[in-house]
């Protein structure tokens, strides 16, 4: 009994090894996914660089996330677990190439964009940073906001 089952377990064996084919790609596949991986960078989000609780004139509480180098900021109301609005600078337009020569003699702090920081929609928008703050959310006015 047990000789018929030694002769067979080679047999097994050798349809179990044949199971565990796998294709690899030839040379140039390989060369082209390692070059589209290097091509595309990913490009992570802005750090939270200070974070506040504030107190608006209407008793809304917000809280506040200030990203990156004050270039866009997420507002939750009434919760930190609630859904934040991203507010962001505006996009900075390009000089033209006589102003090019000026803005460089600049300081920085003058180069820095102007005007508050929106949301995508528009009907978001916030100025300041600190303790006092201005803010104007969806479907309100713009109000001032102390912080804590």
Do not use: H, W
Not at 1 to 7: A, E, N, R
Not at 18 to 28: D, F, R, V
Not at 64 to 76: H, S, T
């Amino acid at each position: 009994m047990k000789t018929p089952l030694l002769i067979l377990a080679p047999l097994f064996m050798l349809a179990l090894a044949a199971c565990n084919q796998t294709e690899t790609p030839a040379a140039g596949e390989a060369d082209a996914t390692k070059a589209t991986a290097a091509v595309e960078e990913i490009e992570m989000p802005p750090a939270i660089t200070a974070s506040g609780t504030y107190r608006c004139a209407d008793n809304t509480i917000l809280y506040v996330d200030f990203l990156g180098a004050n270039e866009a900021a997420d507002i939750r109301v009434g919760d930190k677990a609630a859904t934040a609005v991203r507010v962001t600078a505006p996009a900075p337009e390009a000089p033209a190439a006589d102003a090019a020569a000026t803005d460089a003699a600049k300081p920085a702090a003058e180069a820095a964009p102007a005007g508050p920081l929106t949301s995508a929609d528009g009907e978001s928008t916030l100025a300041g940073a600190g303790k006092e703050i201005k803010v104007k959310l969806a479907g309100k006015g713009e109000q001032t906001c102390k912080g804590s």
